[in-house]
């Protein structure tokens, strides 16, 4: 079985029938120069996944309906099983498709199916009317194809939390947190201050009598390292030893050392653990989920000695489900108007036109109530949903 593509800008469009039907071949038909990077990506995505199927680009004269017509007419004579997936495409090509299709005789038009697939719903829909479909397998993408998809890569990769952790692991630290989140970020940043100053980031051991030499405004961090290590200590964060002159403890857990090492990890933390405990049928929602994303535009990697400046986001958590992905921005501190639009483009860049953008703030704080509906409103205009 052949499937014909009519290529599409939208990267989802071109790789979800390739995934459904897993065909022996596929013929794209598009301008030549425009599919270029994407048949080198979406050859090497199928290469990761072991799928052998051939990928077949035939260049067409955007701007001239007769070469299209005569590509088509010349692939189509050939005896052969078609499906012509038109998920995608432009309104030349599925024209073309159509004023081929008409001029079949019954027999040869009996060989072709005409379908298209909802990348949202992951339904086929019988695009030609015959009664006849072929869904294939479902499909789904990592967060890393994803964005190899459209170009980029996960560059440098980052350590996530263990498939054995969830939520309640951390609630005891979230409500310590969100009783008084100024506080906890204030608390957060001496510790790790007091910390940068010791050897071992497992095993703690601070003389006050040193720290007072060289901390600034010692006495006021002070207390909020007390504060700090009491609160990690009932957590079950910490084994606390300190005595009144020395700080000395260790850590029990990575993931809860992981909370307290950065004022929003935990919220970051809290954030990925509850989109894996997603359940919908008693089956996790989303096909993957990764934190502390960073996605490195142009997908080279350029070493320090190059000299060559690459541009680069990192996105607290991304998910998706099926082919379509959520990027969600995690904020513990005050937000700034740019926030609104680093997310909006990130997500459009590598996530395509289904990309879903998310905000999770433990404080929407704005100057005045007038200022906040207004970002509230940008917000919605950018599709951005909002968890407060």
């Not at 989140?181 to 940068?196: G, I």
């Not at 990890?265 to 954030?271: C, D």
Request: proline letters at 3%.
């Amino acid at each position: 079985m052949t499937l014909i593509e009519c290529f599409d800008i939208e990267c989802v469009h071109n790789v979800l029938a390739c995934l459904r039907l897993q065909p022996e071949k596929v013929i794209f038909l598009g301008d030549g120069q425009q599919m270029e990077g994407t048949m080198t990506r979406l050859g090497r995505f199928l290469d990761n996944r072991g799928l052998k199927t051939r990928l077949m680009p035939y260049h067409v004269r955007m701007d001239r309906m007769d070469d299209i017509t005569m590509v088509l007419r010349n692939i189509l004579r050939k005896e052969d099983d078609y499906i012509i997936d038109i998920t995608g495409g432009s309104e030349p090509l599925l024209l073309a498709v159509g004023m081929v299709l008409g001029e079949m005789d019954k027999d040869r038009r009996s060989r072709i199916e005409v379908q298209k697939f909802d990348p949202v719903t992951g339904k086929t829909l019988d695009a030609d009317g015959n009664g006849k479909i072929l869904a294939g397998n479902e499909a789904a993408l990592t967060v890393a194809e994803v964005i190899a998809l459209h170009g980029g890569i996960i560059h440098p990769e980052s350590q996530q939390p263990g498939h054995h952790y969830r939520p309640g692991d951390v609630l005891p630290l979230w409500n310590t947190m969100c009783a008084d989140r100024k506080e906890w970020n204030k608390a957060v940043m001496v510790l790790n201050e007091f910390e940068a100053r010791c050897d071992s980031d497992h095993e703690i051991y601070l003389r006050l009598e040193d720290l007072h030499g060289s901390v600034n405004q010692f006495r006021q961090k002070e207390d909020r390292m007390w504060w700090l290590l009491e609160k990690l200590e009932s957590c079950g964060v910490i084994e606390d030893r300190s005595t009144g002159e020395v700080f000395r403890y260790r850590y029990l857990d990575p993931l809860l050392h992981s909370c307290a090492q950065k004022a929003g990890n935990l919220l970051e933390i809290m954030t990925l653990l509850q989109a894996r405990a997603c359940k919908l049928d008693g089956k996790a929602f989303f096909d993957d989920c990764r934190m502390s994303v960073s996605i490195d535009w142009d997908g080279v990697v350029h070493q320090l000695t190059q000299q060559i400046p690459d541009t680069s986001n990192e996105i607290d958590v991304i998910a998706t489900r099926g082919l379509v992905s959520l990027f969600i921005s995690c904020k513990n501190g005050e937000i700034g108007e740019e926030e609104l639009y680093k997310l909006n483009t990130v997500a459009s860049r590598f996530g395509g036109c289904y990309a879903r953008k998310m905000l999770v703030a433990t404080d929407l704080e704005r100057k005045s109530p007038s200022s906040l509906r207004a970002f509230l409103q940008r917000a919605k205009d950018m599709g951005i949903y909002i968890v407060q």
